[in-house]
């Protein structure tokens, strides 16, 4: 029922990956790329947004453009034509750069800072997600939200595959929403399966979903990562044989660390977990195995992403404060990683 | 000292066939082949609540009794894990039967080694002199002997939980008992002079069952757990008790309280999805609540025994982040460097 443990597996290896030049100053809060282009962006709790280039034939990643926020920036995305990017901050506000103008603009304000934010391209608005209890929906050029959802507890985090947008809440609230029907209620309402807090959501889609020119695109479930090393893979409908479960990772001997981001591989529908021990592992959840586990970098790993083909994986060393205020200096970089094919590829399940 | 001398004396047995082992590790492999295997699959589960679930989920079939258990011991409500979670009256029963049958014989076929049969029998004569002690008095089930003997439970109740719960932080300082809210030692003037340190569990002397609901108004579901208890009715209190793991739900439900009563509430009702039914605290909690019959030497072996064996086994899981109340992102906002001053705030809405 559960994955082999990384810490009994020898597969570990070092990771040994390209650090972005000129990075933040302090933690990164989320790594984003483009959908259409090698960009990706970096937000940071030194209040800016960096926006870099990852240049495929060098290997090297240039700083592109920097925008700040008045506060710390707790997220941020890309546009669907990789035109704008998103970010939302503690400072209460939502702003977008605009790549091609280089303009920087607000387009959202919370009572509260601004967790989550995401571009949804089927409607050209722009959700935000907040600690003020609210989801609201932006056509970036009006300063009144679309639309105002409440949610029952401060939004932690958040992820959608067209129609589905799963919200997951303080207090282990899990709010699934179908947009194309009726974005201001949940269609399931629900307490997270792990017994700790909230820590990361990210849905993914059926096996089909996947492959090259898909039609059967249907979100068929979500991957929920707490603060207690665990991840359970929830599906919306229980089949014959995809059953939710969960598995525990990022556990050190005695330690448990909090999952801090899930990236699903673009195409590939495998996934990578990575934590507040420092590691990252990449995921088959249909064989239920472990595909691929790396050794801690020394720190956290506050947010990842796979770019649009699935061939770099980016993360972020950062001090998550996962031990609260610490007197030493932490360090902060943002790697990229050179995904290899057989260690994102589904592998057929183990005989039992 | 008389502590460390007598801890031999229990071997450790199963409460499911009252079959005794030469260690816990014996046991608990025991009641994993006898009394925790699935039927269907042959899985061997760590608790009975554990198969509970297992069978539930797997084979979408319910099971209630626990199999190769005696007649009455056949519960799957009543979470044991070796020794642990065996009702106070079942351990004293098994205590008298070890005393009063062949207390020599046993113990030095047995366990060989560092009991003399002196020292048993002086424990016994200890025994017998408090149990003819306490019904000359007229009273075997005093307050003062009943209170003595819970004066010692707090200590065994982190281990229990953590036993049980196989949920790391709890070691850690922190308080996740459901009972804890309802320590009648919280209320200021209030003296209750029957049960000086019982924090975890409230006063079963009729003395006190008037304060409930005039102290606690805060909670409104308090009252409603004590509704009318009554006088020096010691039975009473081990009926009400149960509830108030279910209470609390009530209690706490749309409204979304942030108290720990609510969170607590919430841990316990754990619906469809969630593998760790097991851990559902009601179980534990009935077990504490008749111990009228013991006196406290036996007690104390009881106590040490479990404690000792507690230790043992159950390895410390530590959360690094173990708030689960505020995300680690929330705390840090807080923190005046990253702060957003609401003046500022304001300022820049109104320009936006």
């Given at each position: 029922m559960s994955y082999s443990r990384p810490s009994t597996s020898a597969s570990n290896e070092a990771p040994k990956d390209y650090e972005v030049p000129h990075g933040p100053n302090d933690s990164v809060s989320a790594v984003s790329f483009s959908p259409v282009a090698d960009f990706f962006t970096v937000s940071s709790w030194d209040t800016y947004v960096r926006i870099y280039e990852a240049n495929m034939s060098t290997g090297a990643a240039i700083g592109k453009a920097l925008y700040n926020h008045e506060k710390p920036v707790l997220c941020c995305a890309w546009s669907k034509d990789g035109t704008k990017v998103i970010s939302g901050g503690a400072d209460n506000a939502g702003r977008c750069f605009d790549i091609t103008s280089q303009q920087v603009g607000q387009i959202a304000v919370h009572d509260q800072p601004i967790k989550c934010i995401k571009y949804i391209e089927n409607h050209n608005l722009v959700l935000t997600g907040s600690w003020d209890k609210t989801l609201k929906y932006w056509d970036m050029r009006s300063s009144t939200p679309v639309l105002t959802v409440n949610l029952p507890e401060r939004c932690y985090a958040l992820d959608f595959s067209y129609p589905v947008l799963v919200v997951g809440c303080a207090e282990r609230h899990v709010q699934i929403f179908d947009l194309s029907k009726d974005p201001r209620t949940p269609v399931k309402s629900l307490i997270s399966p792990l017994k700790w807090q909230t820590r990361c959501i990210s849905t993914f889609?059926?096996?089909?979903?996947?492959?090259?020119?898909?039609?059967?695109?249907?979100?068929?479930?979500?991957?929920?990562?707490?603060?207690e090393g665990r991840v359970g893979i929830q599906y919306f409908e229980e089949k014959e044989n995809q059953s939710s479960f969960s598995f525990k990772c990022h556990r050190e001997n005695n330690h448990v660390h909090a999952v801090n981001a899930i990236s699903f591989h673009p195409t590939y529908g495998t996934f990578s977990t990575a934590g507040s021990d420092g590691t990252f592992n990449f995921w088959d959840k249909d064989s239920k195995q472990r595909l691929k586990g790396f050794s801690s970098i020394g720190g956290p790993i506050t947010s990842t992403t796979f770019n649009s083909n699935g061939s770099i994986f980016a993360y972020a060393l950062s001090y998550d404060w996962s031990k609260g205020l610490i007197s030493q200096p932490q360090r902060t970089a943002v790697f990229l990683h050179a995904v290899k094919d057989e260690d994102v590829k589904p592998k057929p399940p183990k005989k039992r | 000292m008389g502590k460390k001398k007598n801890k031999k004396v229990v071997r450790p047995w199963c409460w499911y066939c009252e079959r005794d082992f030469e260690d816990e590790k014996v046991l608990i492999q025991h009641q994993k082949a006898k009394h925790f295997k699935c039927p269907h699959c042959n899985k061997k589960l760590n608790t009975a609540g554990g198969m509970v679930v297992h069978v539930a989920q797997v084979h979408k079939e319910t099971i209630d009794t626990v199999p190769n258990a005696l007649k009455g011991r056949e519960s799957t409500d009543v979470e044991i894990f070796g020794m642990e979670g065996i009702p106070q009256a079942d351990m004293i029963a098994h205590m008298h039967a070890l005393e009063t049958d062949?207390?020599?014989?046993?113990?030095?076929?047995?366990?060989?080694?560092?009991?003399?049969?002196?020292?048993?029998?002086?424990?016994?004569?200890?025994?017998?002199?408090?149990?003819?002690?306490?019904?000359?008095?007229?009273?075997?089930?005093?307050?003062?002997?009943?209170?003595?003997?819970?004066?010692?439970?707090?200590?065994?109740?982190?281990?229990?939980?953590?036993?049980?719960?196989?949920?790391?932080?709890?070691?850690?300082?922190?308080?996740?008992?459901?009972?804890?809210?309802?320590?009648?030692?919280?209320?200021?003037?209030?003296?209750?002079?029957?049960?000086?340190s019982q924090p975890w569990r409230p006063s079963v002397s009729g003395v006190s069952q008037p304060l409930y609901g005039q102290i606690q108004p805060a909670t409104t579901g308090q009252?409603?757990?004590?509704?009318?208890?009554?006088?020096?009715?010691?039975?009473?209190?081990?009926?009400?008790?149960?509830?108030?793991?279910?209470?609390?739900?009530?209690?706490?439900?749309?409204?979304?309280?942030?108290?720990?009563?609510?969170?607590?509430?919430?841990?316990?009702t754990n619906t469809t999805i969630t593998q760790y039914q097991e851990t559902a605290p009601t179980s534990t909690v009935p077990s504490v609540g008749d111990t009228m019959t013991s006196n406290e030497t036996t007690t104390n072996i009881i106590q040490s025994n479990t404690q000792q064996t507690a230790q043992k086994t159950v390895p410390k899981v530590v959360l690094v982040y173990s708030d689960n109340e505020v995300s680690m992102e929330e705390k840090r906002a807080e923190l005046e460097k990253y702060r957003y001053n609401e003046d500022q705030f304001r300022q820049q809405s109104s320009m936006f």
């Open positions: 889609l059926n096996r089909s979903g996947y492959s090259m020119g898909n039609v059967d695109r249907d979100c068929t479930g979500y991957a929920i990562g707490s603060i | 062949q207390p020599t014989k046993k113990i030095k076929t047995e366990e060989p080694m560092e009991l003399s049969s002196e020292e048993i029998k002086k424990q016994l004569a200890q025994h017998q002199a408090m149990m003819q002690n306490s019904s000359t008095t007229g009273q075997p089930f005093s307050y003062s002997s009943y209170s003595t003997t819970q004066q010692n439970m707090p200590s065994l109740m982190p281990h229990q939980y953590s036993q049980f719960y196989q949920r790391p932080g709890v070691n850690s300082g922190q308080t996740y008992s459901p009972v804890t809210p309802y320590r009648p030692n919280q209320i200021p003037g209030q003296s209750l002079p029957v049960i000086p009252s409603a757990i004590y509704p009318s208890r009554p006088a020096n009715s010691v039975a009473s209190a081990s009926q009400i008790y149960p509830q108030v793991p279910h209470a609390t739900v009530s209690g706490m439900s749309p409204s979304g309280q942030h108290s720990y009563t609510a969170y607590t509430g919430a841990s316990a």
